[in-house]
């Protein structure tokens, strides 16, 4: 029964939907198992690029299962605007089966998730703010509508009016806030891409929400599944299921660096509550770094880089995001965390990602001990947020190299530096490195033994 988990070892963008695609070959079944469309895999085959919010990197395959999980959060506009996308790109989404349990992002999670970051104001945590945060809040306050609950819309209306119940104050709030913009913007609703008119707000009215997804309803029946079923018939026919994660161990919400963290946990624990497998189901945990480290919006990142070296990995790294475009903090690779994510998550293998960003970076550096503010030496991820704040890298420092190496496809094609880079990060984590990816075409990668 091979359940293969595959998640991000350091704070996303790591390269994930890239070595999903590679494993799923093998695969019958890939599941998503939590976060919603804050999430971004670009993945690029017979040099066209497809970039997923929601739908399971496994979708370029015409053979394969597609399953969003219960623990995902669903926006089903973003998500059928993913479906009509591949559509007309030619690739089927027959297999595609979204969990009827999957909570639903609703517009009124999108306003609340911006107006809480604005209030935050510079101490915003950075969320896409694409509601995830606010739609897991009602989940946990038993206030979600579910995909299930689309298909039947006096449930709907039900359940739609008492989330909104509770909320009435933050949106009246923002109903003043909209019509004082609206105003300031001379009714042109365009400049604050806002809807026009002077009521409250039409996308939170109860009546169009009612309508509008009754209407996705219709469109989604036929992807709604029993999905945990779905991952169990095909582990007892001794298939491969792959559980694809998406953010990274250092954005968990338990086990990351709270409060700049996400609103789900992306740890491999988390796959057997996200699909609704139990924890003797996976087999195999694979964790996928990048050759240096990479962070989007705020929060702790002891090893960031603010000199030319951290510019050049932003270029050579094209270091933007899927979702948001937003530029990444860049640094070296911090082997203390991805230690800490190797044993938070019993990784078995790891896919290190985008080695060619390197070339020419040499002498490369590798954090493999943190110094605190007082001078105590942190030989391990440390639990306290103070003192990670203020905590500095000490690096071990390891020849470069310059050769181009998109071209390589075995490890003895590797420069010896690169050869070298990748066996201390193997010997200081206690994990094999098995994959190497050597630039981003879908062959652009090594296998190691
Ligand atoms: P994910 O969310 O973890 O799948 O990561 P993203 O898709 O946001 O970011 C990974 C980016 O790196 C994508 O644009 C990939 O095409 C690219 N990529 C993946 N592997 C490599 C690699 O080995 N080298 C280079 N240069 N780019 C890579």
């Not at 991000?8 to 198992?33: H, N, P, Y």
């Not at 993913?82 to 790109?89: K, N, P, Q, V, Y």
């Not at 517009?107 to 510079?122: I, Q, S």
Request: some cysteine.
């Amino acid at each position: 029964m091979p359940g293969v988990v595959i998640i991000g070892a350091q704070w996303g963008d790591e390269g994930k939907g890239k070595v999903v695609d590679l494993l799923a070959a093998d695969a019958s079944t890939i599941v998503r198992f939590q976060g919603g469309n804050n999430a971004g895999h670009t993945i690029v085959r017979d040099g066209e690029e497809f970039k997923f919010h929601l739908i399971p990197s496994g979708i370029l395959y015409e053979d394969k299962t597609c399953v969003i999980g219960n623990g995902v959060v669903v926006d089903p506009r973003v998500l059928l605007g993913e479906i009509d996308g591949l559509r007309r790109a030619g690739v089927g989404v027959g297999d595609l089966k979204i969990s009827a349990n999957a909570h639903l992002i609703m517009p009124y999670h999108v306003l609340l998730d911006t107006a809480g970051e604005t209030k935050l104001g510079k101490h915003s945590i950075g969320t896409t703010r694409r509601g995830i945060g606010p739609c897991y809040a009602d989940k946990a306050l038993r206030l979600g509508i579910r995909v299930q609950d689309l298909l039947d819309e006096k449930i709907l209306r039900t359940k739609i009016r008492a989330a909104l119940e509770p909320k009435q104050q933050a949106l009246r709030e923002l109903s003043v806030l909209r019509r004082k913009r609206l105003k300031e913007a001379g009714e042109d609703a365009k400049a604050v891409s806002e809807p026009a008119g002077d009521g409250p707000d039409p996308r939170i009215d109860l009546h169009t929400m009612v309508e509008e997804h009754v209407a996705y309803g219709h469109r989604l029946e036929p992807h709604i599944a029993d999905t945990a079923k779905l991952c169990w018939d095909a582990l007892d026919a001794d298939e491969t299921v792959i559980f694809e994660g998406a953010q990274a161990t250092l954005l968990d919400l338990d086990h990351g660096t709270y409060p700049f963290v996400t609103s789900s946990n992306p740890v491999a624990g988390a796959a057997t509550v996200g699909a609704g497998v139990g924890p003797t189901d996976i087999t195999e945990v694979w964790g996928v770094a990048k050759a240096y480290a990479t962070r989007v919006g705020a929060g702790p990142f002891p090893t960031e880089l603010h000199d030319e070296t951290g510019e050049r990995m932003v270029d050579q790294g094209r270091e933007f995001g899927t979702t948001t475009g937003r530029r990444r903090r860049c640094g070296w690779i911090d082997l203390v965390a991805l230690r800490y994510a190797v044993r938070l998550n019993r990784i078995d293998a790891l896919a290190i990602t985008k080695l060619d960003v390197l070339r020419g970076l040499g002498p490369l550096r590798v954090a493999v001990r943190y110094r605190s503010r007082e001078g105590a030496v942190l030989d391990s991820f440390p639990y306290h947020q103070s003192i990670l704040h203020s905590a500095t890298p000490e690096y071990e420092e390891l020849p470069g190299f310059d050769e181009e190496i998109g071209e390589c496809r075995k490890e003895e094609e590797l420069p010896r530096a690169a050869r070298d880079f990748l066996a201390y990060i193997a010997e200081f984590t206690g994990v094999p490195v098995r994959l190497v990816g050597v630039g981003p075409a879908r062959d652009q990668v090594v296998w190691l033994d």
